[in-house]
């Protein structure tokens, strides 16, 4: 079964900087996006930035001018460059990876790292 293995998580103080990445475990043919969501504690997941096929971007409003998605489609791989954190970017990171088949969409999720932004 195909994985989405995350790294890049940790501990970091606010205005800090951190880079997540997140690759398949094995080769996923025609995803049509990859993203990536968090949770914070008590709060419902939410989208943080997506990459489509054609390399268009989209960010949540509180992420923009900070967070910067990149990857490569082909290889099954996506990062997030997260600069200038704040606490309340503290969250459990997940990326999704979105591969139509035939009239449905199938999404893997990583496991999830954690981000923590504190003094």
């Known amino acids: 079964q195909v994985q989405l293995v995350e790294s890049g998580g940790g501990l970091v103080q606010p205005g800090g900087s951190l880079r997540l990445s997140c690759a398949a475990s094995e080769k996923i043919f025609n995803i049509a996006s990859m993203g990536w969501y968090r949770q914070a504690p008590g709060k419902q997941r939410e989208l943080v930035a997506t990459i489509t096929r054609g390399g268009t971007t989209n960010y949540a409003d509180s992420v923009k001018g900070r967070f910067t998605i990149s990857g490569d489609n082909a290889d099954n791989i996506v990062y997030l460059q997260m600069n200038n954190l704040k606490p309340e970017d503290t969250a459990v990171y997940y990326c999704?990876?979105?591969?139509?088949?035939?009239?449905?969409?199938?999404?893997?999720w990583g496991q999830g790292t954690q981000v923590t932004v504190s003094s």
């Open positions: 999704n990876f979105k591969a139509p088949q035939y009239i449905s969409t199938i999404n893997y």
